[in-house]
């Protein structure tokens, strides 16, 4: 039982490449997030699925999108990276969903020059 | 607007010496609080979780316990093995989203 998972735990983009952050879980959650990690900021919640089918907005979506793709998996896809992308970024699930406890992934560091 | 502040943001500790950690916060009507464990590198590890004012949870030498403005986490005889940065974290009512509300943590050194 792996938990959360994540992939790449690093990844180094120049400004204007894309691409896509990989999340599993194999706790049979229903609800999964995004969310980053910034010096002085703390974690804020970019995307988050209820359940498979449905995502919406966090606090900080821009210059994000994100797939549901089934229960395990969620991915978050950066189009166009931006140096204020720069952050560790963690993914989290829940069993139900807005009540329940959220477990979290080892995160990806990403630096966006 | 929900918050969370929590103090000290670092505190050093020699082992066995007991000491408490402060999240104090504001949310529109508190739904869970939540401790969390950091370790440089990784995810947060899940700790505790509490829902009403005087409620208490252990959990070897951690127990966090919660007023209607803040909670605290008491480190008994701390180890070295507990220093890591504590994250504490609120959910409110008005959130249908899950969204959790963090703290900046407090950075844990334990001194053997």
């Known amino acids: 039982n792996a938990g959360v998972t994540q992939t790449p735990k690093f990844q180094v983009l120049k400004t204007g490449q894309s691409m896509t952050l990989q999340c599993a879980q194999d706790?049979?959650?229903?609800?999964m997030y995004w969310y980053r990690q910034d010096p002085g900021m703390g974690l804020r919640l970019i995307y988050y699925?209820?359940?498979?089918?449905?995502?919406d907005k966090g606090e900080v979506p821009n210059g994000y999108n994100v797939s549901r793709l089934n229960k395990r998996e969620f991915s978050l896809r950066l189009e166009s990276a931006a140096p204020s992308q720069t952050s560790v970024y963690f993914c989290a699930s829940s069993p139900q969903g807005a009540t329940d406890t959220q477990y979290f992934g080892p995160g990806t560091r990403l630096t966006v020059l | 607007e929900d918050q969370v502040t929590q103090s000290p943001e670092a505190l050093r500790l020699q082992e066995g010496e007991s000491s408490s950690l402060n999240c104090s916060y504001t949310v529109s009507g508190l739904r869970g609080l939540f401790w969390y464990r950091q370790d440089p590198g990784k995810g947060p590890e899940f700790l505790f979780t509490l829902y009403s004012a005087g409620e208490e949870k252990e959990k070897e030498r951690l127990k966090a316990t919660l007023t209607k403005k803040e909670s605290f986490l008491h480190i008994t005889a701390p180890k070295p093995e507990d220093s890591a940065t504590y994250l504490c974290?609120?959910?409110?009512?008005?959130?249908?989203?899950?969204?959790?509300?963090f703290g900046q943590g407090t950075t844990l050194q334990v001194k053997p």
């Open positions: 699925s209820a359940s498979e089918g449905t995502t």
């Open positions: 706790m049979n959650h229903n609800s």
């Open positions: 974290a609120v959910q409110g009512r008005s959130s249908n989203t899950g969204k959790l509300i």
